[in-house]
């Protein structure tokens, strides 16, 4: 099999070849270089971080819909028939807490 291509032929394909060696060489040594790897890893960290706040935000704006729509009525009005009960059972707990303070707590 004989090549039937010229001295000049195979030379501009040496330096075609070698050129493109350069620029493989180049991007792999991008890829391995420490900063490189280390802005890989914090995009990597940052997309996750991002992701997890997103689907924490769901979840906390879906619970407070769902403890809004058990006291507030569709028409935005307080639904006093639960919100009252709730308020005595936090005033209650308030009294208990400041009742039993010992007075040594208090400086005395």
Do not use: N
């Not at 769902?66 to 307080?78: E, I, L, N, Q």
Request: net charge positive; charged share 30%; proline share 5%.
């Amino acid at each position: 099999m004989s090549d039937a291509r010229t001295p000049a032929q195979i030379e501009a394909d040496i330096v075609r070849r070698r050129e493109q060696l350069a620029e493989t060489l180049d991007e792999i040594g991008v890829r391995v270089h420490p900063s490189t790897i280390v802005g890989d890893a914090k995009a990597k960290v940052a997309e996750k971080v991002d992701r997890t706040a997103g689907r924490a935000f769901a979840v906390v704006h879906r619970t407070v819909d769902g403890v809004r729509a058990k006291f507030v009525g569709d028409d935005g009005a307080p639904r006093m028939d639960r919100v009252l009960p709730l308020a005595a059972v936090v005033v209650l707990v308030g009294v208990i807490a400041l009742s039993s303070r010992s007075p040594e707590k208090h400086g005395r």
